[in-house]
């Protein structure tokens, strides 16, 4: 658990991160489930798209999109944490849906996530 102050909000604040070897066990489902619950309820939220397929960015294409939610698809692993940390000053929630689990080491050593997500 490693949650991380925020000045702007003034309050403790989450990174999520789903992370998993295994293909098509949910992560980006779950990304845009969450992610979708908590600008519904008045939160906002990016989810960066850390997926080389970029299933999330196909999805915010779509009609329908949560004006609260921001997704950023410009992360890789060598700046995915200067990505965090931007989105953090922006927005209350940061959600990243990995492609795998590459970059989760340097997230957890970085101690930028709340909670990894594997399932
Ligand atoms: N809770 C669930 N119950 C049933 N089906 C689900 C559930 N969550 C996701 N799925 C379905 O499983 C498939 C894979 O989901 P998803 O793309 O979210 O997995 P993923 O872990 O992100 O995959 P990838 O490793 O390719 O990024 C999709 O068809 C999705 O609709
Ligand atoms: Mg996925």
């Given at each position: 658990m490693f949650p991380r102050f925020s000045s702007k909000w003034g309050i403790y604040m989450p990174t999520i991160v789903f992370a998993s070897p295994k293909g098509g066990v949910g992560k980006s489902t779950a990304t845009v489930l969450l992610a979708s619950e908590l600008a519904a309820h008045g939160g906002t939220v990016t989810m960066i798209d850390a997926d080389p397929n970029k299933p999330l960015s196909q999805w915010a294409s779509l009609p329908g999109k949560p004006e609260r939610?921001?997704?950023?698809?410009?992360?890789?692993?060598?700046?995915?944490?200067?990505e965090?940390?931007?989105?953090?000053?922006?927005?209350?929630f940061v959600i990243v849906d990995l492609?795998?689990?590459?970059?989760?080491?340097?997230?957890?050593?970085d101690r930028w996530a709340l909670e990894v997500s594997c399932p």
């Open positions: 939610l921001t997704v950023i698809d410009s992360a890789t692993e060598e700046n995915i944490i200067d965090i940390e931007s989105a953090a000053l922006k927005t209350m492609e795998g689990t590459a970059p989760v080491r340097r997230i957890l050593d």
